[in-house]
């Protein structure tokens, strides 16, 4: 009897200790995901949308406002605009890279953004298939900047979106650009919270994802 008290314990023990490792890590790993560098006069402001949209635009128009950039650009819509001098309205203008068929033209910043046309993307494109959605963004991104001879970018995301931001666009970029990454400071959640579900919802997809893009980039090369 006394034998299957103690073996009841110790798995009392390693069971608390393998959860206890795993919200450390995840603890660990939302922390990682942060990242933030200290904006600066740029060419070109680049979003990349998700759910909590409202909340970058915010961050967008704070950046506008403070003229830290003459252009945005939204590359899921394939939008560009000029910032007019008063930082709060945007102009659209024309984009070079834009293809009949995927080439959609929004006259307003406040509209909606679609993200389910990435396949149509790839195809017109010439992207690989397995490119995941933001490395879609950055690559069309780029390409907008390049056609204007644009070599610095202020990135605006989520906060738990910067990290991966800043990877692929490493890989995109290279040498040669200026690329800083300013997450919404507008989010009513801090991802290192762990209580709520949304919170360990995103880490793990972040990780997920930042996972599968170390994995097709290493077949890449």
């Known amino acids: 009897m006394p034998v299957k008290i103690r073996d009841k314990r110790k798995m009392v023990f390693i ?5 206890l490792t795993l919200m450390a890590g995840f603890l660990l790993t939302s922390r990682y995901l942060l990242y933030a560098d200290t904006p600066q006069k740029s060419d070109i ?30 590359p899921t819509s394939f939008s560009l605009y000029r910032i007019d001098q008063d930082g709060m309205s945007f102009t659209a203008v024309q984009n070079p890279i834009v293809a009949p068929g995927i080439g959609i033209h929004r ?32 690559c069309l991104a780029k390409k907008i900047m390049d056609a204007y001879g644009f070599k610095s970018a202020i990135f605006v995301s989520s906060p738990y979106h910067m990290r991966r931001i800043k990877i692929i666009t490493e890989k995109v970029y290279g040498s040669g650009y200026d690329i800083k990454m300013v997450p919404s400071g507008f989010m009513k959640k801090n991802i290192t919270s762990l209580s709520a579900l949304y919170d360990i919802q995103k880490t793990c997809s972040e990780i997920i994802k930042t996972i599968w893009f170390f994995c097709y980039a290493h077949v890449d090369r």
């Open 45 to 74: 402001i680049v979003l990349l949308p998700d759910p909590e949209l409202e909340a970058m635009r915010m961050k967008v128009r704070q950046l506008a406002g403070s003229v830290y950039s003459k252009y945005l650009c939204i």
């Open 107 to 138: 006259q307003q910043f406040e509209d909606n953004i679609r993200m389910d046309y990435f396949l149509t993307i790839k195809e017109e494109s010439g992207f690989p298939k397995y490119f995941e959605n933001t490395h879609v963004e950055i």
């Open 15 to 19: 069971g608390t200790g393998i959860i």
